[in-house]
């Protein structure tokens, strides 16, 4: 046992080497050393308990600042380490530093092996009994780090007002292995991250705690003490650190945390009479750490660069006020009866003194108050007043014993007088022990009633405070619920109408696709009509060609008819009517020849300008067509970007639906719960001496937490039918976008095909314009030769007059009519080349003419078998799709059975972690070390081996009232 004293916190600095960073951004080594306790930084000067330089190993670090520790914890004391200071200062690397390196471990390792070794050379009458607990702040809350599903845990106060955090897990320990694996363990899920100052950034408060519990065998003395490991996340300064997103989350909430600390160490070195311990969860945790009952050592770590020469000054004035503050330790010791009985003896002789001191300082102040004059002999004194409390106490003693004597002389009683006195006595004294007795169990039971009463107030009150926090979440829930519902609504309005604008459009693309069908037939017919003229050209070639050949053979009979009259006038043999009679037959069927070739060219050219017309009509009406076109895919366009715009966002909302519904879900399920808690704790609170009524409240309740369920799954059930309504609602919207599309390209790859037809056809249109031109220029040839041909019959027929009157003297001239008929048959020969060469170029037309069409009817297969190959590869697209969709649906349903499954499974063994079952605490003897299993059930015995007859494990069950010896 001890008496309270007071102590400094002591803060000591270490200051770490210039990084690669720093060194290549060529920063100053801003801190200057004055012994060993003293740093210069901007030419002030800073004292701790002791400052570290940049070259100081772990194990200097280790043996001046925690190794005194080790010592004072196990003799029942409370300590607490914890490092400070800005992001990437060192902090998490003095604390823990390579766990399992020798040379680089840090404080943490270091004094988990310490303990074991002190333990090991105590006496070997004490029994150890070792847990700890790992846990981090992250965002400002209480996360488990050796159970994940803990992730807000809560602070409380125990009956000697020390806050714990109430549900954390504890694990028993009985060698630093066991201890080391737990902190592996721990480290694998605290959260970390990468930042422009440090690759590996702690981005939580952890702690890591040691509770260590001794028993005297011999003497029954029970000690206990803890010790707080802590390792603080740095402040931060964004503009430095380039945190983003979550990253700069976890910054704001480290920054005002350390704020906290700060605003507390503030407080305590100003002495002032409120202490903000409750603004943040970690200033609560280490309450007893800072101005209480705790032997604390801070490690200020710094950077000694001068890029960050503000924060290191920051730190060096926090470390500077932490010095001041002063706590209050004493031993926690759990009292054995024989303890608490002397101190009862104590505590009341004290009281009687101070009664005492009561008493006479009433008296005098009576005294004076009546105006009397206390002399200064009668006056309050100490001594005095202890003197006569103690004779007063020695005359009532006196007192006491003298009536028994006299009893004992005067008496005279009979022996069964007597006897009947002593037995009514002894069945008085037994009758006082049992009240005594009784009196005592009421107490205590009074006192535990009043302990349960108050914790269940502060449980009911944390109750309903939770309920009514809960009570206004689920309306807020509620309200966000009800707007997606209408903004649901929306939606689903806006996809009708989307529905009912894409039914339009599909009715309008239809009717284009009908009138596409009907210019593709008035196409089909105007190529037939064209194919039909075709043939008529052929034909009137093979007649232009049979009129030459005739014309050319007429020509060389009347040549010939002419050569003959002239030689039958030379030799005066004339046989004029027979050779004019021919002359006329051939020169009339010429002429019928020519009238009939005539008539055809004009029925041609009449021809032609029909079909020109019609390629005009056709050619305005696929304009137009293409205009409509064009028109109905910007349409097109603009709906499927609706479309794609509303389904996104109809995904967002389901999303959002869906996230909501599990927070209703998860927060009506609470609710559940702490109705049903409530009710119970009203009911014991009610009926707290009715054991009866219990199964029936238990009962009550249980039908009420039934109820509730069903109807939440009632719920359930009916927004999962409606969410499956939705997606199957967008799923077919989705299919009929699709075909929208499909039926978009179908009709993109009709029109680019309309398109190259028209081209094609507007080419061989021009090819037949400038055909006919060329029949133009032949006609008007053929005009040209009917008009000579007629002039050559006329010029015939003047010289059979001349033959007939002038033979005498055309016999004389014979000569000069040879010249004559020589330079007429050149001319025709002249002009007949002239035709000879026209109709070899209609010739050389009309050929390809005739190559183009036998091409374009060559084509035509081609493109209706790649038409058919097209329309079969979208079928087997749209099968294709079909079967995708119905198997992601299967893969989908298939997944959320999984993740259900999952769930389930996670939930039943979080359960069963949490199950009730006791835990082994195995006992620590010291002068021994642990065997070679840590897991062996017995306890540890000297010499280091096994004994036959070892001792069971210790079972952790209630432990006995604790107090702290003051």
Wanted: aromatic residues 4%.
């Amino acid at each position: 046992m001890a008496d309270p004293a007071e102590c400094n916190i002591k803060v000591m600095c270490r200051f770490r080497p210039l990084n690669e960073a720093e060194m290549a951004r060529g920063d100053k080594y801003v801190a200057k050393f004055q012994g060993e306790d003293t740093v210069i930084v901007a030419s002030k000067p800073y004292a701790f308990d002791r400052v570290f330089q940049s070259s100081t190993t772990q194990e200097q670090v280790y043996n001046d600042c925690a190794k005194k520790i080790v010592k004072d914890v196990l003799e029942g004391y409370n300590g607490t380490i914890f490092a400070y200071g800005q992001t990437s200062s060192g902090k998490t690397h003095t604390m823990e530093g390579k766990l399992h390196d020798p040379d680089g471990m840090g404080i943490i390792p270091r004094i988990v092996q310490d303990i074991f070794n002190y333990i090991y050379s105590m006496d070997e009458n004490l029994e150890f009994h070792i847990k700890v607990s790992y846990f981090e702040i992250y965002l400002d809350k209480i996360r488990d780090l050796l159970d994940v599903s803990k992730t807000n845990l809560s602070v409380h106060e125990d009956k000697n007002r020390v806050p714990y955090v109430k549900g954390c897990t504890e694990r028993f320990v009985c060698s630093p292995d066991e201890v080391m694996d737990t902190i592996d363990e721990g480290k694998s899920n605290r959260h970390v991250a990468v930042t422009n100052m440090n690759e590996h950034s702690s981005r939580s408060h952890s702690i890591f705690l040691i509770n260590v519990k001794q028993e005297n065998t011999q003497t029954e003395q029970k000690l206990s003490g803890k010790l707080y490991l802590v390792d603080l996340a740095g402040s931060e300064k964004v503009s430095k650190t380039g945190a983003e997103g979550a990253v700069l989350d976890e910054a704001k909430n480290i920054n005002k945390s350390l704020s906290a600390l700060g605003n507390v160490i503030s407080a305590l070195a100003e002495s002032s009479t409120y202490v903000p311990y409750r603004d943040s969860k970690m200033t609560r945790i280490l309450q007893d750490s800072l101005g209480g009952n705790c032997r604390t050592t801070i490690v200020i770590c710094c950077s000694p660069s001068s890029y960050n020469e503000s924060e290191t000054k920051s730190t060096l004035l926090f470390g500077q006020r932490a010095k001041t503050i002063k706590n209050t330790v004493c031993v926690n010791v759990e009292l054995t009866a024989e303890q608490w009985k002397k101190k009862y003896e104590k505590e009341k002789e004290k009281n009687k003194t101070l009664r005492n001191t009561i008493q006479w300082l009433e008296n005098e102040l009576n005294r004076w108050r009546n105006g009397e004059t206390v002399p200064v002999d009668e006056q309050f004194d100490k001594e005095k007043a202890n003197l006569e409390a103690f004779a007063v106490d020695k005359d009532i003693t006196v007192i006491n014993d003298k009536p028994a004597a006299t009893i004992g002389v005067t008496g005279n009683f009979t022996d069964a007088e007597r006897r009947k006195c002593e037995e009514e006595i002894a069945k008085l004294y037994k009758q006082l022990d049992d009240k005594d007795e009784e009196i005592n169990q009421q107490s205590q039971l009074v006192e535990k009633l009043k302990t349960q009463m108050l914790d269940q107030e502060e449980l009911l009150a944390s109750t309903r405070r939770d309920q009514d926090n809960l009570q206004a979440e689920l309306n807020r829930l509620q309200a966000e619920n009800d707007a997606s519902k209408e903004e649901v609504k929306e939606v689903l309005q806006a996809l009708e109408e989307l529905a009912v604008n894409y039914d339009q459009k599909s009715q309008e693309v239809e009717d284009k696709a009908k009138e596409y069908e009907l210019l593709s037939d008035e196409l089909n017919q105007k190529s037939a009509t064209l194919a039909s003229i075709d043939a008529e050209l052929q034909k009137l070639k093979e007649m232009t060609n049979h009129q030459k050949k005739r014309a050319t053979e007429m020509m060389a009979s009347l040549l010939k008819d002419l050569a003959e009259i002239g030689i039958a006038v030379g030799n005066n043999d004339v046989k004029q009517p027979e050779g004019t009679g021919m002359i006329d037959e051939e020169f009339t069927v010429a002429r019928l020849y020519i009238s009939k070739m005539k008539s055809e060219v004009k029925t041609m050219v009449k021809r032609c300008k029909q079909l020109e017309s019609t390629q005009a009509e056709s050619n305005k009406k696929m304009e137009e067509n293409e205009k409509e076109l064009a028109a109905c895919q910007l349409r097109i366009s603009q709906h499927e970007a609706k479309i794609k715009s509303l389904t996104e966002y109809l995904q967002n909302v389901e999303q959002k639906k869906r996230q909501l519904e599990e927070s209703v879900d998860s927060l009506n399920e609470e609710l559940v719960q702490l109705r049903a808690q409530e009710k119970v704790h009203e009911m014991e609170k009610e009926h707290l001496n009715k054991v009866q009524t219990a199964n029936e409240v238990k009962q009550a309740v249980e039908q009420q937490i039934q109820s509730h369920r069903e109807t939440h799954q009632k719920q359930i059930s009916s927004l999962r039918d409606e969410v499956d309504a939705k997606e199957k609602l967008i799923t077919d919207l989705q299919d009929q976008n699709q075909k929208m599309m499909l039926e978009q390209e179908r009709l993109r790859v009709e029109h680019e095909k309309l398109k190259a037809t028209d081209q094609e056809k507007s080419r061989k249109l021009h090819e037949l314009t400038v055909m006919q031109d060329r029949r133009e220029q032949a006609r008007q040839d053929l005009k040209g030769l009917e008009e000579t041909v007629a002039k050559e019959l006329q010029t015939l027929h003047n010289l059979r007059k001349l033959f007939v009157q002038d033979l005498a003297t055309r016999v004389k001239k014979s000569a000069e009519i040879d010249s004559d008929d020589t330079g007429g048959s050149a001319a025709q020969k002249q002009k007949i080349s002239f035709l000879e060469n026209n109709l070899e170029q209609l010739t050389k037309v009309h050929k390809q003419l005739v190559r183009d069409n036998a091409d374009l009817r060559c084509e035509l297969p081609k493109l209706e078998k790649r038409l058919r190959a097209t329309a079969e590869r979208v079928k087997a697209l749209e099968s294709a799709l079909k079967e995708a969709k119905e198997n992601a649906s299967r893969d989908r349903k298939r997944y959320q059975q999984e993740v259900d499954r999952i769930k389930e499974a996670v939930r039943s063994k979080n359960m069963a972690r949490r199950g009730h079952s006791a835990q082994i605490a195995k006992p620590i003897r010291p002068g021994q070390h642990p065997a070679a299993s840590p897991t062996h059930p017995s306890a540890i015995r000297g010499g280091g081996a096994f004994p036959q007859n070892s001792q069971p494990v210790a079972v952790r069950g209630g432990g006995g009232r604790q107090d702290k010896v003051c």
